[in-house]
């Protein structure tokens, strides 16, 4: 299958703000902590690590994570932990990732996030939760088939039109 390349307007730096801002009330509304639904703020701030590793790095992560910390009153730096280690693996990877066909970075995203998951579970384990069951993994699942839908609506205000006007000059 053939990558298609489109020619990408810069990003405005006002709709990755506004993107994550919408990624965290997701995250906020009363169906955010259930077993199905995605995390929808790990899946923006992967899309950002990935197509603007500049602009949204780990200060925005660390940052997104605390927010989410402080909303599910778990230990304090659990999320951002877990936010920040997306953030540099997407950003590490984000070159191999934006040369693939379609198939490519859902597989990633699904690793990106089942680390993270991992990560979490061990950090609790370690400090003496038990095993939550296999519905912990559920969101990795779910986030990773809703991932071309996410990565097709944060790449439309970027996409330049197929067809040229004539009358314009770029």
Known sequence: MAVTH?????????????SLFLGLLFNLL?????????DLLS????????????KVGLGVAFFCGLL???????????????????????A?????VLGMASFGPIVHVFLLLMAMKLLLLCLHAFLGARYPGWTYFMP???????????????????????????????
């Open 68 to 90: 989410m910390d402080v909303h599910n009153g778990a230990l304090l730096g659990e999320q951002a932990l877990g936010y920040t280690f997306l953030a540099y693996f997407s």
């Open 140 to 170: 990795v699942l779910v986030g990773s088939a809703l991932w071309p839908l996410i990565s097709a609506l944060l790449l439309m205000p970027q996409r330049r039109p197929d067809h040229v006007d004539t009358n314009r000059p770029i």
């Open 30 to 38: 009363p169906w955010g902590g259930s077993s199905w639904a995605p």
């Open 92 to 96: 590490t990877i984000h070159r191999r």
């Open 43 to 54: 899946l923006i701030l992967i899309f950002w690590s990935l197509h603007q590793p500049q």
């Open 6 to 18: 489109y020619l990408l307007r810069p990003v405005n730096p006002y709709f990755i703000a506004f």
